[in-house]
T-cell receptor
């Protein structure tokens, strides 16, 4: 069974702090995506990483794809209440046209 | 304009009934998906269609039958509903079967009583 494990499952921090969320698998992915989901809505794509070692930045969010393309991290600098939500990573296997989603990290930023 | 729309938003029904959820995308995408998100927020792919052709069919009970009348629509029909079918069902689309940049609908919360 192919699994994508995210850690931590839950994270509650104070506004202004930094945090990192991890997404790990034993499988190699063609690409990996990060999504954010708010209550009552569908996930919204934040970024896609394709190349091993790739780093992408989206304002205060930094995404990194592992060199072996098995894992990824999301780092948020100076977290704000608006960052609150469920963060999901998703790995794609192009050979099988298959996508699996991670277990999710529920992030809460306290003002 | 809504990119990916689903109807209904909420669906409450009794065990044993048959129900359908509809999905439409106006993005001109070739590939559409159905996902199930359980109470623990775990999102699992059920089906994927590319240009009306089924390309992903995960281990899903055959009570679930997707239908794609054209590449802008992907409907999900569920027969003989069971309590365990209660979940939020999301439709999504992407430009092609590579799966990059998936756009999700708002979800349909199905409650089986």
């Amino acid at each position: 069974t192919q699994l994508l494990e995210q850690s931590p499952q839950f994270l509650s921090i104070q506004e202004g702090e930094n945090l990192t969320v991890y997404c790990n698998s034993s499988s190699v992915f063609s690409s990996l995506q990060w999504y954010r989901q708010e209550p009552g809505e569908g996930p919204v794509l934040l970024v896609t990483v394709v190349t091993g070692g790739e780093v992408k930045k989206l304002k205060r969010l930094t995404f990194q794809f592992g060199d072996a393309r098995k894992d990824s991290s999301l780092h948020i600098t100076a977290a704000q209440p608006g960052d609150t939500g469920l963060y999901l990573c998703a790995g794609f296997y192009s050979s099988a046209s298959k996508i699996i989603f991670g277990s999710g990290t529920r992030l809460s930023i306290r003002p | 304009d809504t990119a990916v729309s689903q109807t209904p938003k909420y669906l409450v029904t009794q065990m044993g009934n048959d129900k359908s959820i509809k999905c439409e995308q106006n993005l001109g995408h070739d590939t559409m998906y159905w996902y199930k998100q359980d109470s623990k927020k775990f999102l699992k792919i059920m089906f994927s269609y590319n240009n009306k052709e089924l390309i992903i069919n995960e281990t899903v009970p055959n009570r679930f039958s997707p239908k794609s009348p054209d590449k802008a629509h992907l409907n999900l029909h569920i027969n003989s509903l069971e309590l365990g079918d209660s979940a939020v069902y999301f439709c999504a689309s992407s430009q092609d079967r590579a799966g990059y940049e998936q756009y999700f609908g708002p979800g349909t919360r199905l409650t089986v009583t």
